[in-house]
Every structure is written in C-alpha cells, then in structure tokens.
C-alpha cells in the first residue's frame, strides 16, 4: 500500500512554469507505476502523464505533450511534473495517482492509490 501527497501548486500567470511534486510512503515505492490526472469544475477527470515502475517509459496527453515533463526519484520516494508554458486551459486541481508495476497507465479506472489533489491557477 502507498500514500500520496501532492504539492506545488498555485496560482501563475499565462506563460509561466509550476513543478508539482508527489510525495509516496509506504515501501516499494519504485514498483509503482505513477501518473498525473486534472479536473476542471464541470469537467470529467483528464490524463495528463504517466511514468511507469521501469522509468524509462513516460506517457502524456495531447494536451500538454511538449510542455509537461514527469519524472520520478525513487531515492527520494517522489514524482514531479515539470509544468511549461502554462495556459488558462491548464487550470484545475491535479491528482497523483499510483497502480503497482503499472506501465503507463493513462486510465484513471485502472489506478489503485491516490492523492487528495492541488489546485492550479493559470490566470492569462
């Protein structure tokens, strides 16, 4: 079982970068595969990135493709999302979520553990 703990999140202007940080306890923290998830008010949840347990292997969304950077440190039991020129369509509270031995896993369905959420505020 693990625990997640997002953080970073804020309010930036249009154009601006943000990194969020999840934060996992519990052991066996690098067998779970990790992703990103948005929600936007009256929006259904979105996937925004996915690392898998072997971390070479990333996904994303169309959405932020070219913008958004995951990346996880097993050492320090925490995943990032490096967020790059930040839109007002970026908005939205984002949850880290974990499945174990999971291989970029981009459906929220299909995800065992997660975070309470952070808000991001991209104002334009």
């Known amino acids: 079982q693990v625990q997640l703990v997002e953080s970073g999140g804020g309010v930036v202007q249009a154009g601006e970068s943000l990194t969020l940080s999840c934060s996992g306890s519990?052991?066996?923290?690098?067998?779970?595969?990790l992703g990103w998830f948005r929600q936007a008010p009256g929006k259904e949840r979105e996937f925004v990135a996915a690392?898998?347990?072997?971390?070479?292997?990333?996904d994303y969304g169309n959405s932020v493709k070219g913008r958004f950077t995951i990346s996880r440190d097993n050492a320090k039991n925490t995943m990032y999302l490096q967020m790059n020129s930040l839109k007002p369509d970026d908005t939205a509270v984002y949850y880290c979520?974990?499945?174990?031995?999971?291989?970029?896993?981009?459906?929220?369905?299909?995800?065992?553990?997660w975070g309470q959420g952070t808000q991001v505020t991209v104002s334009s």
């Open positions: 979520a974990a499945r174990f031995f999971g291989l970029n896993v981009n459906r929220a369905d299909d995800y065992d553990y």
């Open positions: 519990g052991r066996s923290f690098s067998n779970y595969g």
């Open positions: 690392i898998s347990w072997i971390a070479a292997n990333t």
